[in-house]
Each structure stands twice: as structure tokens, then as C-alpha cells.
């Protein structure tokens, strides 16, 4: 157990004077003030002249702003103006010309320093190239394919001629011609300068678009066209044809036989010929209605007269579908007759089949 001599040769009576302890203090919290009215002024009128400031600052830095090159432009007007080679132009610069654009549809360069040199003529200062050399102008075009300028002379046809145009088409003379126009001139293009030729189908015509601001002369042949049936998929000889299996596609009448169907259901149900290709063309007799008698099949003989029907059994000795006339051999008689086929494995005698096959099922029984 510790006494309080235990310290008396650490403690002396200076050292206790020295040893005074302070009481703690628990540190009180700010008051914020509540804003005044003044204050609430003061903040909102320093606001207004932040905005102020800004809006004339910048403005005043876009004016400042080194010009300096677009870069590639495409150009929709004949001429290029100042604006579209160089940005951070002043106004009353953006609209002054430059050069003149190419031609529709086409792509040209302009060297830089000619840009920065009529730039300096008309008072701009020094013009930021950005290290480029030059730069490329295409100029932007409306095209016209052979489908619009089809369109425009079936169109005129019509209406000059009085023909009937949705069975035909027209085949342009050259490669796919196109007319390149201003890509603001709007409307339709027309025909006009119309010829037609009905001996010979030909046909020629000026294609215009706006009051002649765009044309082109073209040529070609007008062709009358058919539906046919044509087959989706490849047939083998003996196989089916299905729904699905055959389309509607608009031919030229030149070179169709005349016996090409053009229906997509006449065919369904019956069956390939030969072989037949995909997008082969349909003609009568490329398919025909299945065999519903095999040859060497047995089947049920049918003869019936008013008042008296029997029936019995015979083998084929031929093949035929629905109509067909097949020999057959009466099994019991073993005599060879000529039957029709009525359905599946069944064929009908006549009257001249009657006594033979009259004897024969008295004799087995049959009815």
C-alpha cells in the first residue's frame, strides 16, 4: 500500500506550489446572425452585376477570338463566302465572297494562303491555319437517279400518249444516268421534249427539274411486262408444290411462253415433272396432279349400272392420277381390262367391262 511518504522524494514544497490544477471549460458555439434585410440587397445586387458582366464579357471575348480555318466544307451555294472558310468572323465580314464553289457533285481544294490573303484584303487579321496546307470544298447536290427520272417519264407517257404504265417499265439507254441539281431546288421532276415511238417502244424526252435549273437528255426503250409464277425454291421430280413455294414477279412479255402461269394456287397440291429449278418460271405441264394409282398396286375395281354395283379386286398394271385411263387385271378372271381412276387405289369399269366382272364377283361373292 502506496503512503503519501511514498513521494516525498519526488515532491518538495515548490513543486506543490506549482501544481495548481484548472478547472474545465466547455467551449460555447458561434451565434450566426439571422441575414438582415440590408444584407439580403447587398447579395442580390451583386448578383445582377455578376450576370451584367458576364454577358458583356462574353460577347467581348467572341469578338476577340483569333479567325482560324473550318477545316473541309461543303458548300451549298455557287459561291463561298468568308464565314464558311474562316470562323470567329465579325458580321459584317461573314457574308463578303471569296471564291467560287465547284461544280455540283464535285470536291475542289483551296490552298490556305489564298484564304488568309483575300482574308487580309477585306481588313480581317492574321488567320489561324492550324498547320493545313489547304482544304476541300465539296459541293453538295440533289441526284437524281434512273427511278425518279423512270417516274417522270412514265408520267409523261401517261399523259401524252394515254399509255398504260403498271404493266411496263422503261430501260435507260447508258449506265445508270443521273441528274445532279441544287440540293434547295425542291419538286418533281418532269418530263418534257416527249417522244414515243409505239412500233419500236422507244422513247426520248428532256428531264427537268425547276424552270430548267437542272436537266438531262435521256433515252430508252419502254417494255411491257407480265406476272408469272415463279418458283422460290428447287423442285425435285415428283415432289410437291406448296404454299409458299411460288411467287409473283413482274417479266418482260418478250421471251415468256405463252403458256407460263401466273398463278401462285393453280399449281398448289401437284406435283414436279422433272426437275426444277429456283426462280424458274412456271409453264403448263412442268407440274401436274399426283398419281393416286401406282403401277403394280393392287386396287378395288368398281363397275356400276342402275341397280346393280360391285366391286372387287385387281392390280394395276400402269400409273395414273385422278381422270386417267390405267389397264388392270381382274385377279379372279386374270383378264386384262381398262379402268378409270376415280380416287386413291380405285378405278371404275364400264358397261363393256360389266359381264366379265359380273361373273367374277358372282363367283367370289363380292359386293
Known amino acids: 500500500m502506496t503512503t503519501p511518504n511514498d513521494f516525498a522524494p519526488f ?13 474545465i471549460v466547455q ?43 473550318r477545316g473541309d466544307v461543303t458548300a451549298r451555294q455557287d459561291i463561298l463566302t468568308l464565314g464558311d472558310l ?47 496546307i489547304q482544304i476541300a470544298v465539296q459541293r453538295a447536290a440533289r441526284r437524281i437517279g434512273p427511278a425518279e427520272i423512270e417516274v417522270a417519264l412514265k408520267r409523261g407517257l ?7 404504265t403498271d404493266m411496263t417499265t422503261i430501260r435507260l439507254d447508258g449506265e445508270a444516268p443521273t441528274m445532279l441539281a441544287p440540293v ?25 427539274l425547276g424552270d430548267r435549273q437542272a436537266s438531262l437528255r435521256v433515252s430508252g426503250i419502254v417494255v411491257e411486262m407480265r406476272d408469272v409464277a415463279v418458283l422460290t425454291r428447287a423442285l425435285s421430280r415428283g ?35 422433272r426437275g426444277l429449278p429456283a426462280g424458274y418460271a412456271l409453264r403448263e405441264g412442268d407440274t401436274a396432279k399426283p398419281d393416286l394409282v401406282a403401277r403394280g398396286e393392287t386396287v378395288t375395281i ?11 379386286r385387281g392390280l394395276a398394271n400402269d400409273s395414273g392420277r385422278m381422270g386417267a ?16 381412276v376415280i380416287g386413291p387405289g380405285r378405278v371404275s369399269v364400264g358397261p363393256g367391262g360389266g359381264p366379265q366382272l359380273q361373273a367374277s364377283a358372282a363367283t367370289t361373292a363380292l359386293r
Open 11 to 23: 515532491l518538495n514544497d515548490e513543486s506543490l506550489s506549482e501544481l495548481v490544477l484548472n478547472p
Open 27 to 69: 467551449p460555447r458555439r458561434p451565434r450566426v446572425a439571422r441575414p438582415c434585410r440590408g444584407m439580403i440587397l447587398r447579395a442580390a445586387l451583386a448578383l445582377v452585376v455578376f450576370v451584367i458582366l458576364g454577358a458583356v464579357a462574353v460577347p467581348a471575348m467572341a469578338e476577340t477570338a483569333t479567325p482560324r480555318l
Open 86 to 132: 474562316v470562323e470567329n468572323v465579325p458580321p459584317t465580314l461573314a457574308a463578303r465572297p471569296l471564291f467560287r464553289a465547284p461544280n455540283l457533285g464535285s470536291t475542289g481544294t483551296i490552298q490556305s494562303r489564298r484564304i488568309a490573303e483575300a482574308a487580309a484584303a477585306l481588313g480581317l487579321g492574321p488567320v489561324e491555319t492550324g498547320g493545313r
Open 158 to 164: 401517261e399523259t401524252t400518249y394515254g399509255l398504260d
Open 184 to 208: 434547295d431546288l425542291a419538286g418533281q421532276v418532269s418530263a418534257i421534249d416527249l417522244v414515243y415511238d409505239p412500233r419500236t417502244h422507244r422513247v426520248s424526252a428532256m428531264v427537268s
Open 239 to 273: 415432289e410437291p408444290v406448296r404454299e409458299g413455294d411460288l411467287a409473283l414477279e413482274k417479266r418482260p412479255r418478250d421471251g415468256i411462253s405463252q403458256d407460263t402461269q401466273s398463278s401462285i394456287t393453280a399449281a398448289i397440291g401437284e406435283v414436279a415433272q
Open 302 to 312: 368398281v363397275y356400276s349400272t342402275p341397280g346393280i354395283s360391285l366391286s372387287m
Open 325 to 340: 385411263v390405267v389397264n388392270v387385271v381382274n385377279v379372279a378372271s386374270k383378264k386384262v381390262l381398262q379402268a378409270t
